[in-house]
């Protein structure tokens, strides 16, 4: 069984900051893909981006894209989501999710291609 745990949400002003972590538990994360996904209040859960298990291909949403950045640490089982001149539209609970097949060569932005989730972390940000 597989754990992810997200961490570094918060609350900040439009145009701030914040740096999202998902530690993975288990051997294989270096195999897997993995996304980062949100659920605002009343709203479905969208995809945000994604990143391949080498690290060779990564993908946005069109509403992040030049703003945010995917990134993972094997050694530390560890995928990054720096959020940079956030909006209050950016504004929701944030979950990470690791792809259900390994050594896909392409990113993946549906949800259900992700097998595993987190318990979501919060991001509140004002205008």
């Known amino acids: 069984q597989v754990q992810l745990v997200e961490s570094g949400g918060g609350s900040v002003q439009a145009g701030g900051s914040l740096r999202l972590s998902c530690a993975a538990s288990g051997r294989t994360f270096s195999m897997y893909g993995m996304g980062w996904f949100r659920q605002a209040p009343g709203k479905e859960r969208e995809f945000v981006a994604a990143?391949?298990?080498?690290?060779?291909?990564?993908y946005y949403a069109d509403s992040v894209k030049g703003r945010f950045t995917i990134s993972r640490d094997d050694a530390k089982n560890t995928v990054f989501l720096q959020m940079n001149s956030l909006k209050p539209e950016d504004t929701a609970v944030y979950y990470c999710g690791r792809d259900k097949n390994y050594y896909t060569d392409y990113a993946r932005v549906n949800s259900r291609e992700y097998r595993y989730w987190g318990q979501g972390t919060q991001v509140t940000v004002s205008s």
């Open positions: 990143i391949t298990w080498n690290g060779g291909s990564t």
